[in-house]
């Protein structure tokens, strides 16, 4: 009896050595010291490996249902991964009635999309463009055998499950696809913009114009910084230091078509799940981290340009005069208590909208780490 346990618990020390030394190596960020590491799922530790998965994939037309369109086709680097559309299109040519939103820093978003509460997960998250079908946007579904088949049959895939994800019997599943997909996405981190270097100690990192916009942007008298604030220029943020998540989703006044508040019917924000009245057109403030590449900017895309997102927070709510939508926002009656309008000259709107540029991350943008693995 005693040998016999003697040998039981070795063969169980052997195998837990075996699963150490196959365990992915804990993953490199490379982040500035005073920047939080990202809060990561258990069941989705990050590697090396499932990174560059993730990353094969994300630029992988094939993982579409009829093979026109990657994830990259919606969410470019070049533009801080948007697609520089007003509403997104999918790949059968639906159009979407909300824009892309950007893919950078959301390893630190509490929640995900412009206007659902319960996405935390970049991997419940994934599942939507690639099998939703109202509206399509990959249109996967019904082809995930294929999918899965790609990952087995082809040597740059094969070779790479392997190794993200060496503990399962068979990594070749399309969860893990989606799972390699998450840990890419959250590997794409912005820290290095002109704004980043000045609070690091460079005094010459940002013009003194900029600096000007800096202090207009956390000043009470705007009050930008209420829904756009903290590091990464969001108020839906948590990382893995954080004691309670930060969630937040405003109605700017940007319609009011009914003189009672309400939004577009394809767009009425968090009203569209809860149907509380209070709900009507709140949703997500995005991070304005690389705001000045991802125009044109709000949820669907309707303000052009920065000069014109800033000249509607001044008014305080957007008048629209004619049309299907017309309506004063000013008037409605689910706008924030923020967006309460402010005087501006044409200077310090200048100063403004050069802060805004200095949150562009030139990195993030070119580095290779993120960029097409074919190219």
Same mark, same amino acid.
């Given at each position: 009896?005693?040998?016999?346990?003697?040998?039981?618990?070795?063969?169980?020390?052997?195998?837990?050595?075996?699963?150490?030394?196959? $365990?992915?190596?804990?993953?490199?960020? !490379?982040?500035?010291?005073?920047?939080?590491?990202?809060?990561?799922?258990?069941?989705?530790?990050? !590697?090396?490996?499932?990174?560059?998965?993730?990353?094969?994939?994300?630029?992988?037309?094939?993982?579409?249902?009829?093979? $026109?369109? *990657?994830?990259?086709?919606?969410?470019?680097?070049?533009?801080?991964?948007?697609?520089?559309?007003?509403?997104? #299109?999918?790949?059968?040519?639906?159009?979407?009635?909300?824009?892309?939103?950007? #893919?950078?820093? $959301?390893?630190?978003?509490?929640?995900?999309?412009?206007?659902?509460?319960?996405?935390?997960?970049? %991997?419940?998250?994934?599942? /939507?463009?690639?099998?939703?079908?109202?509206?399509?946007?990959?249109? #996967?579904?019904?082809?995930?055998?294929?999918?899965?088949?790609?990952?087995?049959?082809?040597?740059?895939? +094969?070779?790479?499950?392997?190794?993200?994800?060496?503990?399962?019997?068979?990594?070749? +599943?399309?969860?893990?696809?989606?799972?390699?997909?998450?840990?890419?996405?959250? *590997?794409?981190?912005?820290?290095? +913009?002109?704004?980043?270097?000045?609070? =690091?100690?460079? &005094? &010459?990192?940002? &013009?003194?114009?900029?600096?000007?916009?800096?202090?207009?942007?956390?000043?009470?008298?705007?009050?930008?910084?209420?829904?756009?604030?903290?590091?990464?220029?969001?108020? *839906?943020? /948590?990382?893995?230091?954080?004691?309670?998540? $930060?969630?937040?989703?405003?109605?700017?006044?940007?319609?009011?078509?009914? %003189?009672?508040?309400?939004?577009?019917?394809?767009?009425?924000?968090?009203?569209?799940?809860?149907?509380?009245?209070?709900?009507?057109?709140?949703?997500?403030?995005?991070?304005?981290?690389?705001?000045?590449? /991802?125009?044109?900017?709000?949820?669907?895309?309707?303000?052009?340009?920065?000069?014109?997102?800033?000249?509607?927070?001044?008014?305080?709510?957007? #008048?629209?005069?004619?049309?299907?939508?017309?309506?004063?926002?000013?008037?409605?009656?689910?706008? !924030? %208590?923020?967006?309460?309008?402010?005087?501006?000259?044409? =200077?310090?709107?200048?100063?403004?909208?050069?802060?805004?540029? +200095?949150?562009?991350?030139? &990195?993030?943008?070119?580095?290779?780490?993120? *960029?097409?693995?074919?190219?």
């Amino acid at each position: 009896m005693i040998k016999w346990l003697g040998a039981a618990l070795g063969a169980a020390l052997i195998l837990a050595i075996m699963l150490l030394l196959q $365990t992915p190596a804990e993953f490199d960020w !490379s982040l500035p010291e005073d920047y939080p590491l990202p809060l990561i799922p258990a069941d989705n530790p990050m !590697s090396a490996a499932k990174v560059q998965l993730g990353r094969m994939l994300f630029y992988d037309t094939r993982l579409s249902g009829n093979e $026109t369109m *990657s994830c990259a086709t919606c969410h470019i680097q070049a533009l801080a991964f948007t697609d520089g559309k007003p509403r997104s #299109l999918g790949s059968t040519g639906a159009t979407h009635p909300r824009g892309s939103m950007s #893919l950078v820093n $959301t390893a630190y978003a509490s929640r995900l999309t412009w206007a659902n509460p319960l996405l935390d997960k970049l %991997e419940d998250q994934a599942l /939507t463009p690639l099998f939703g079908d109202n509206p399509v946007e990959m249109g #996967l579904g019904g082809h995930e055998q294929r999918a899965a088949e790609l990952l087995r049959s082809e040597s740059s895939y +094969s070779q790479l499950v392997g190794k993200a994800f060496p503990n399962d019997a068979d990594p070749h +599943s399309i969860i893990n696809a989606v799972r390699a997909i998450a840990a890419f996405v959250r *590997s794409i981190v912005s820290y290095d +913009s002109a704004y980043d270097r000045y609070l =690091s100690g460079d &005094t &010459t990192a940002m &013009t003194s114009a900029a600096v000007r916009g800096m202090d207009l942007f956390f000043s009470e008298r705007l009050e930008c910084f209420h829904c756009h604030g903290g590091f990464n220029f969001t108020d *839906s943020t /948590t990382h893995a230091n954080s004691r309670v998540d $930060t969630i937040g989703f405003h109605n700017t006044g940007l319609y009011n078509v009914d %003189e009672n508040g309400a939004y577009p019917e394809a767009n009425t924000g968090l009203y569209d799940m809860t149907g509380e009245p209070r709900d009507m057109g709140r949703f997500k403030a995005p991070t304005l981290r690389n705001i000045a590449v /991802t125009a044109p900017y709000m949820h669907d895309g309707s303000l052009a340009t920065l000069d014109a997102v800033i000249a509607h927070y001044q008014r305080g709510g957007r #008048l629209i005069e004619a049309g299907g939508d017309a309506g004063d926002g000013r008037l409605s009656p689910f706008k !924030s %208590e923020f967006v309460g309008g402010f005087e501006l000259t044409v =200077s310090e709107k200048a100063d403004l909208i050069a802060f805004l540029q +200095s949150l562009t991350d030139q &990195t993030v943008l070119t580095d290779s780490r993120w *960029s097409d693995p074919s190219q």
